[in-house]
């Protein structure tokens, strides 16, 4: 490591010093003697001096036969450069070298002129000798001694080059530099603390570097300092949480390196750099990772991570715990029907509504499109999140506003406890996900808790999905068609048509079974879309050569997802088209529940499918809520009272009773009723004496293929009897 300290620093260490300047008079004195150039340099300028002294003396000491004094001075020079020996020379060679321009006297070569010459020189050797004793302390020095000086000082130069570019970079620095004893007391400190820690760089000298550590980094910097000490050639780097003097806490990554036994340094040098903003764009991508960017709750691997330390933690402890899992119904519905922005609003307001209503889970995360889990911990024995999960039923019972609108969305949850304490973080969630999924199938917008039986319930529901994408190419549906009669003539008048599955292997499989995987998994849309094409097409078929066929109406299902389809509009035009039915025989049946998704829509799509003569009828009326309310605002034109008032009709007054305020608010919107599920005389006649206008059951005719509804109509229309 080349860290060297400031100037500063440098001074208070106990060492040589090789920067002390030499004195002024010294470099003057060096100068005049020529000291500071080499010797062939000096003996240039020597020559080039007397060439001078001879050409002044020319012209300006003529006709006398001495020379002026500053003739004497290039030997003087010589002679403090190189000695006495060397100023005679110098003489010697330079009379000459320049005796043809000498003057007449002088050139005689008399023994006067060449004694005087000599004397006057040796003079001048010695009063130079006298000159540099007078300005002390340099001695003339051997060449070898010159060169050595011009070493010396050439290194000197160098090393306070050196020097001052090491101050430069630790003082401008944008790192710190900081040298601590062992304990963490600052030796150092580069001026940079001022702008990296807000410190004053004057004043941090002698206090603690360490104590502005962050807590839960003190004691990392004990086993650095510990193992490093030992190491003494080592270095380390480490990362550190460093208090600024605003108060907030800087991150500071630090190489440490053990400089103790380096006289110049004597410490353990720390050269630091602020990540503070690169540890917060981690921290901002690790967020991005983990957690959901529309509604800010963890994602499933952050979940997945929760729930594992969770599991880890609870095989210490002994405590158990349960991972509820949320989906809500109907969610792709909203978001086909209203669009992405809305959908995503309504995320957004599912995601708080849970996490006010969840606020004693231990985590709460967006694992899907519209799945959410929650994780509580020490729960006992599943109570606390059973409790959990009926307060999100509660909260979900409120109708969500986005944008003025009022959506209804239910949630269906599934719960997964760690009982037999050997689940997986993946299992539990899974386990969650499948309790889920039967609390959907059961009924939406409650809870179910796993058991083992469950999956394969789930595995069968899995399979049925892929043999439901099967059965549509491999064309294993048909339709069933149950007539509607009049009361009190029994007068076929329309017929329901109900989907069957003719399954490979399972044979004939009820709707009940399958409609609501279909509805689900969303292949209920293309169903849907079949039965209405086949159901058109055979009933405009088949009742064509019956007399009065042509006013027989058929009536089809429609499920919920098919209402939010935005195609709908066109399936039930194509169906027409390509049948030829006309629209005003056709009713679609929507169940109240369905209509409750989402009213405003429903209006909207139900008014359009009216504007060209379809007719809609509310199937199993008065199962749902807000029933009655609906009916002021839904353009329907039959209401079909659900068999669970009929069944019971004729023994018991109070579903007599509810027909009746049934039918009573029918008459004064104007509509139909079709009381369902008549089984037999007794409940016929009671209905009778409530006077329905329609009803249809197993006492009137089963629901039926194509071919035995053309032989009953073909028969007679006016059925009173069991058909079959
Ligand atoms: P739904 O629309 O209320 O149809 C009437 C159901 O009651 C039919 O059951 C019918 O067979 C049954 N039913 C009729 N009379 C009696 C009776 O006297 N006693 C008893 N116990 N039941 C009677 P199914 O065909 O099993 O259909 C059940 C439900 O499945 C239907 O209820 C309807 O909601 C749905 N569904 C049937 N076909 C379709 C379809 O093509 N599309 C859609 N979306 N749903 C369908
Ligand atoms: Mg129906
Ligand atoms: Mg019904």
């Known amino acids: 490591m080349g860290i060297v300290g400031t100037q500063a620093y440098a001074e208070r260490m106990p060492q040589g010093d090789p920067k002390v300047p030499r004195p002024l008079s010294d470099r003057i004195i060096s100068s005049i003697t020529l000291m500071n150039l080499s010797a062939p340099m000096a003996l240039v300028v020597i020559a080039l001096l007397t060439a001078l002294s001879w050409v002044a003396a020319y012209f300006l000491g003529g006709g006398t036969n001495v020379a002026p004094h500053w003739f004497y001075i290039p030997v003087f020079l010589a002679g403090l450069r190189f000695g006495p020996f060397g100023a005679l020379t110098t003489a010697v060679i330079s009379m000459f070298v320049a005796g043809p321009l000498l003057p007449a006297d002088v050139a005689t070569h008399t023994p006067q002129a060449i004694s005087d010459w000599v004397s006057r020189g040796i003079f001048f050797i010695l009063i130079g000798q006298f000159v540099t004793l007078l300005f002390g302390g340099v001695r003339r020095m051997s060449v070898r001694e010159v060169h050595l000086q011009t070493k010396v000082e050439l290194g000197t130069t160098e090393l306070q080059a050196r020097e001052a570019r090491y101050s430069a970079l630790v003082e401008n620095s944008s790192d710190l530099v900081t040298i601590v004893d ?26 603690s570097f360490v104590a502005a550590f962050h807590d839960s980094d003190q004691q990392r910097w004990r086993t650095i300092v510990d193992f490093l000490v030992e190491d003494s050639d080592g270095e380390m ?12 806490w800087r991150f500071l990554q630090s190489i440490v390196t053990n400089l103790i036994h380096e006289p110049s340094i004597g410490g353990l040098v ?59 119904d ?60 009926d307060r999100v039923i509660e909260s979900f019972a409120q109708p969500f506003l986005i944008e003025s609108l009022e959506v209804f969305v239910t949630a269906s949850m599934g719960m997964a406890l ?17 309790a889920m999924y039967a609390a959907k199938t059961a009924n939406k917008g409650r809870y179910e808790v796993f058991s083992t039986n469950m999956h394969s319930t789930i595995l069968d529901r899995m399979q049925m999905e892929l043999d439901l994408r099967h059965a549509l190419d491999q064309s294993e549906f048909e339709a069933y068609y149950q007539p509607i009669v009049t009361l009190p003539s029994g007068s076929i008048v329309g017929a329901e048509a109900l989907i069957r599955w003719n399954h490979p292997q399972r044979g004939l499989v009820m709707p ?23 159901a058109c097409k055979e009933f405009e078929v088949l009742t064509r050569g019956v007399s009065g066929g042509q006013s027989l109406g058929l009536s089809v299902n429609l499920s919920t997802r098919q209402l939010s389809d935005p195609l709908l509009i066109d399936t039930v035009h194509r169906a027409l088209a390509n049948s030829g039915l006309e629209a005003r025989r056709l009713t679609l049946e929507i169940t109240e529940s369905a209509i409750m998704v989402d ?38 034109d039959t209401i079909k009272i659900d068999r669970s008032f009929v069944t019971n009709v004729a023994n018991r007054p109070e579903p007599g009773r509810l027909i009746r305020a049934i039918q009573s608010l029918a008459n004064d919107f104007g509509l139909r009723t079709v009381a369902e599920g008549v089984e037999d005389l007794d409940q016929l006649e009671a209905l009778e004496g409530l006077e329905c206008q329609a009803a249809q059951g197993f006492y009137f005719a089963r629901p039926q293929p194509a071919t035995q509804l053309a032989e009953l109509l073909g028969r007679d229309t006016s059925i009173s009897v069991v058909a079959t």
Not at 418 to 434: C, P, Q, V
């Open 270 to 328: 720390l050269n630091s750099r602020d990540v503070t903003d690169q540890k917060t764009l981690e921290d901002q991508l690790r967020h991005q990772a983990f957690h959901d960017q529309l509604t800010g709750l963890a994602n499933r691997a952050l979940f997945a991570e929760h729930l594992d330390q969770a599991l880890r933690r609870q095989s210490r402890v002994g405590d158990e715990l349960a991972v509820l899992f949320i989906d809500l």
């Open 237 to 248: 780097v480490a990362e550190w949480q460093v208090r600024h003097a605003d108060g907030s």
């Open 418 to 434: 760690n009982d037999s304490g050997t689940e997986s973080a993946e299992d539990l969630i899974r386990n969650a996900d499948l």
């Open 182 to 207: 062992r304990d963490g007391t600052i030796l150092f400190q580069s001026p940079s603390v001022a702008r990296v820690l807000g410190w004053d760089a004057e004043s941090t000298e002698g206090t």
């Open 512 to 534: 009940g079974e399958f409609i609501g995987v279909a509805e689900s998994s969303g292949i209920i849309v293309q169903i849907g879309a079949w039965i209405l094409h086949q």
């Open 330 to 389: 109907e969610f792709k519905s909203v978001n086909d029907l209203h669009g992405h922005t809305l959908g995503d609003e309504l995320l957004k307001q599912a995601a708080e509504r849970l996490r006010t209503t969840l606020r004693d889970a231990d985590a709460i995360a967006r694992i899907g499109g519209d799945e959410f889990a929650a994780l509580f911990e020490g729960v006992a024995l599943g109570l606390d999140a059973s409790a959990a999960a």
């Open 599 to 636: 009213v405003p829509s429903t209006f909207r799509v139900l008014t359009e499918l009216r504007s060209f003569g379809v007719k809609i009828a509310i199937d199993d009326f008065g199962t749902g809520y807000s029933s009655l309310s609906l009916l002021s605002q839904i353009p329907v």
